[in-house]
Structures are given as structure tokens and as C-alpha cells.
């Protein structure tokens, strides 16, 4: 008979259903596949820790978002925002389901170029912009979203030197009801900067004036600010309208849209509280609709929803390293990945399950990463079953910005999947090595060699 583990014994009060201060009492149910394929069996393959990517998830989702707004409004595009998640893999499944690119930098610009999205189905944001991206922007008739007037005089000025006339939208920053204010990206609309600048563009006679951008913030919790920027952005497009007699291709309200991860010290987790796509699109589609837009120049409606999109559909799992008691007595358990891996454990309570049923018995535990730093904590505190050495652990909604934002830091970053919709893996981002580190590091010929 196979030996059972011993669990310390300990005194727990029962909650037996009954809400707490924070909700109702919540079983940590193990997580043993994704989409119909065991955990373990991708780690033993792959390593550990490893990220794992559901594109049936990342289709699922796209197609709801893309069919509540598509739903309300007659031309709708999105725009995959690069920053967001760049592997080229999980760009291209967002291209064939039909978004464009949407980037903010050079780099993510040649980025999409690179994965075959044709330049005039770019959007450039960002207050970065060299002139070199501005030229080569221009020369691929791509959205450019203007951030600054330093830039728009940059645009005026290369407008003269290039044959093609530079295709401009301004980002627009605006009080949506939600503070701090996101007021340092683009130009304001309360104190008439944004006015001003579109009035410069329809001055200068080579620019192409074809939209309005804003990005009200990110994990946006009411939909209300939605409605209030879009009619702010309608406003200026019937000003336009008036004053110039010109009408606007697009609005583009950006990304920002909250996934359904829950924020640190939030009371109730975010599944609950996130608003759905159609909540979105609802205060979205109605503001533009009920605005003073003549309906033959309503302009196609462009979203660049980011992590709303991806969160989902990404996954981490790894290894318990070792389990200790902290000096006060607290459990603690030690995994093998940290916060450079996972950057969001910064913002997010992140939903972290066994992928084995352990045992019954949880215990309040404080869950570390591998690193040698004391900010290395993936959860303060949660109720946690007692896993062992060993054992494995699967982080859920790690899909946004960690495999952008992530570190080198200490270890390697680990090999990255991707599980097709037939539930076969595939490696679309190779673990790093030694090799590849050192690739990018060049020793000078006196620091080559040492005695000891
Ligand atoms: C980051 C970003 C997005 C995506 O934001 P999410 O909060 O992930 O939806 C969209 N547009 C712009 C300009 C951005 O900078």
C-alpha cells in the first residue's frame, strides 16, 4: 500500500459556507488541463516553469468582442495592441481573426511590418516617435496618432520633404470621471489644446486629418467613462464638422478594458466585477450613435483592447521548490517562478491553483518566487492547500503584458506554448541559455582572461 503523507495537524475554524468579510468561502479546486490537456504532462515536456497559451481561448474571446461591438455600430475594426502581448505567434492569430496592428514604438512598428501587416492597417501611437519611424510611417500611409506638438511639427515638416501626404489622428486626453487623470498622453480636450492642434492639421495643407484617438486608462472598471469619452470625441469630430466641413474616418477609443484577474486589496474578485464586452460596447456604441454625427459620416469605430483580450487565455505552471515557517509561524511556500516572470503579481491577486487534488486542509500562506529579493512575493496571503516539494502549481489570466514586460533576471525566462485548438503544443518562444544571454556580450580583449 502506498505510503500517505503526513499533515501536521492544525485547528481551523469552519466556515461551512457561510459568507466572510470578503464573500463567500471558496474551495481552491484543482486546475489539471487546459483545453483537454494534462498540465503535468506539458511540463514533463516542456520544463517548468512554462508558459502555456489557449488559442481556442484567444479566438473565443476575440469573436465576442468583436461581436458585441460589431452587433451595435456598423464599422467596427480592432487593433491588436502589440505591447500587450507581441509574440509573433499570438499576433498572427489576432491577425487572422481580423485585427489590425497597434503599436507604440519603433521597434513594435517593424514588429508588425515583419509579421506582414500592411502598413496603412498600422496604428501609431506613443509619445515616442523618431523621425525615422515618422518617415517610414509615412511611406507605409500608416495611422499616425499623434501624441505632442513637437511631433506634429516633426509631421508638418517631413510632409514637405515626402510625395506622400502623412495620414494623422490625434490622441486625445479628456476627464472621464476617474482619477488621478490620464492627462499626459496626447492633447487635452477641457483646456482646448486638442482643438487647437486639429486646427493646425487642417491648416497645414499636405497632412490628411483621418481620426480622433484616445486611451482613457487600463483596467477600467466603469463603462461610464467610455460613454463620456466617446462623446467628447464625437463633439470634436462635429466641430470639425462644422467648422471645416470635414469628416472623420475613424474613432478610435482605445484599449483599457479590465480583464477579469482580481486587483490587489479588491473586495470582490474581478470575474465579478469586470463588465462584459457588451456592457462596454453598449456605453460605447450609444454615445457615437446619439451624438450630433450626421449618420452617412459615422465613422468606423476603432478598438485597441488589450488585455481584455489576452488575459485569459495565458497560463503558468511550475514547481514547488521547498516549504518553510516564516518566524511568526506563517506558512510559506517557495515556487520556481518569481515576479519577473510574473510582473502583473505587482498589480493582481493572481488566481493560482494546485493542478493535483493535494488535500483539504489549506492553510494562509504566503507564496514566494525563486529570486534572491525580498519583493519576490507571488501572494501575500491566500488560503492555500498544502502542497509539497514537487508538486505542481498552475497561475490562471497571465496572458497580458508578462511576456513583454517580463525580466532576465537571476534564471532564464522558460520556453513558451501555444495549444492549438486541437489541443496540440507548439513552442512559439524558445527558453532562453546561457548562449543566448551571453550572444548579446562582448568581453574587451584585456578583461578576457584572469589568474586567480
Ligand atoms: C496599452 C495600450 C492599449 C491596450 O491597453 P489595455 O489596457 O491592455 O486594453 C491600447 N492603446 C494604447 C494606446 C495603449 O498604450
Not at 516572470?341 to 518566487?369: C, K, M, N, V
Amino acid at each position: 500500500m502506498e505510503k500517505l503523507t503526513f499533515e501536521r495537524p492544525i485547528i481551523q475554524r469552519l466556515n461551512a459556507g457561510l459568507p466572510s468579510k470578503y464573500g463567500m468561502a471558496r474551495k481552491l479546486d484543482p486546475i489539471s488541463h487546459i483545453d483537454g490537456v494534462s498540465i503535468k504532462s506539458l511540463i514533463n515536456e516542456f520544463g517548468s516553469p512554462l508558459f502555456i497559451l489557449s488559442e481556442a481561448t484567444i479566438r473565443r474571446t476575440y469573436k465576442e468582442a468583436y461581436r458585441a461591438f460589431s452587433s451595435r455600430y456598423p464599422n467596427v475594426q480592432f487593433a491588436w495592441s502589440y505591447k500587450t502581448n507581441y509574440l509573433n505567434a499570438i499576433c498572427n492569430i489576432f491577425h487572422q481573426e481580423g485585427a489590425w496592428a497597434e503599436v507604440v514604438s519603433g521597434f513594435e512598428y517593424d514588429k508588425a511590418l515583419a509579421n506582414g501587416v500592411p502598413g496603412e492597417m498600422i496604428i501609431f501611437n506613443g509619445p515616442d516617435k523618431s523621425i525615422e519611424d515618422l518617415r517610414k510611417a509615412i511611406q507605409n500611409s500608416s495611422l499616425i496618432h499623434i501624441d505632442h506638438f513637437d511631433e506634429l511639427y516633426d509631421i508638418i515638416h517631413l510632409s514637405k520633404e515626402l510625395k506622400e501626404r502623412p495620414k494623422v489622428a490625434i490622441r486625445v486626453n479628456m476627464d472621464v470621471g476617474v482619477y488621478p487623470k490620464w492627462d499626459r498622453f496626447g492633447f487635452n480636450f477641457e483646456n482646448g489644446e486638442a482643438w487647437d492642434a486639429l486646427n493646425r492639421i487642417m491648416a497645414a495643407k499636405n497632412l490628411d486629418l483621418i481620426g480622433l484617438h484616445t486611451h482613457i486608462g487600463t483596467y477600467m472598471m466603469t463603462t461610464e467613462a467610455y460613454r463620456i469619452a466617446a462623446s467628447k470625441l464625437a463633439q470634436l469630430a462635429v466641430s470639425l464638422e462644422k467648422k471645416h466641413g470635414h469628416a472623420l474616418q475613424y474613432i478610435d477609443l482605445g484599449g483599457g478594458f479590465a480583464s477579469k484577474n482580481t486587483l490587489r486589496g479588491a473586495y470582490y474578485p474581478g470575474s465579478d466585477t469586470a463588465p462584459s464586452f457588451d456592457d462596454f460596447a453598449e456605453a460605447i456604441t450609444s454615445a457615437l450613435m446619439s451624438s450630433e454625427i450626421k449618420p452617412e459620416h459615422l465613422p468606423m469605430l476603432i478598438l485597441e483592447t488589450g488585455r481584455a483580450l489576452i488575459d485569459e487565455a495565458g497560463y503558468l505552471a511550475g514547481t514547488v521548490l521547498a516549504n518553510k515557517r516564516l518566524s511568526d509561524g506563517r506558512r510559506a511556500t517557495i515556487i520556481d517562478a518569481g515576479v519577473n516572470l510574473l510582473f502583473t503579481a505587482f498589480w493582481y491577486e493572481h488566481d493560482i491553483r494546485p493542478i493535483e487534488p493535494i488535500s483539504e486542509q489549506t492553510e494562509d500562506t504566503t507564496i514566494y518566487g525563486p529570486l534572491c529579493m525580498n519583493i519576490d512575493v507571488i501572494r501575500g496571503n491566500v488560503m492555500f492547500p498544502l502542497l509539497k516539494k514537487g508538486d505542481h502549481y498552475v497561475v490562471r489570466r497571465v496572458g497580458a503584458y508578462n511576456n513583454t514586460q517580463w525580466l532576465q533576471f537571476i534564471n532564464m525566462r522558460p520556453n513558451i506554448i501555444l495549444l492549438d485548438k486541437e489541443g496540440k503544443s507548439h513552442l512559439i518562444r524558445k527558453q532562453e541559455t546561457l548562449e543566448t544571454i551571453n550572444a548579446q556580450e562582448i568581453i574587451p580583449e584585456y578583461l578576457q582572461s584572469f589568474n586567480l
